[in-house]
């Protein structure tokens, strides 16, 4: 039996079994994952090596910038399954291709 999180399990498990409990990134990561077939190859409760950690995916939005307030919102159909690696890479890579704001700050007159 795979471990579960201790809340939202009727959220995280659907999406979960959607993706056959491996991560779902394609690359966003900046991580082309050539040698799995364009996926990443990490899967729940596995470990990252012999001496490596447990993976713990969780669900997430497919957009990792998403806002926190918007994310727990989201219906099932719209989260992902991901390694804690590929999202924390994801979502640096989508803030720094963001664009940067032209609106005046809070001094600027």
């Given amino acids: 039996m ?9 959220v995280w498990r659907p999406v ?9 990134c394609t690359g966003s990561c900046g991580n082309d994952h050539a040698k799995t077939d364009g996926r990443c190859p990490r899967e729940h409760d596995a470990y990252t090596s012999k001496h490596g950690h447990r993976i713990r995916l969780m669900a997430a939005p497919a957009d990792p910038l998403t806002p926190h ?11 992902r399954a991901w390694c804690p690696e590929c999202h924390t890479a994801a979502a640096r890579r989508a803030r720094s291709a ?5 609106a005046p700050g809070l ?3």
């Fill in 2 to 10: 795979k471990s579960q999180p201790l809340a939202a399990v009727d």
């Fill in 16 to 24: 979960m079994e959607a993706a056959g409990y491996r991560c779902q």
């Fill in 69 to 79: 307030a918007k994310a727990v919102a989201l219906p099932v159909g719209e989260l």
């Fill in 98 to 102: 963001a664009p940067v704001d032209d």
């Fill in 107 to 109: 001094f600027d007159l």
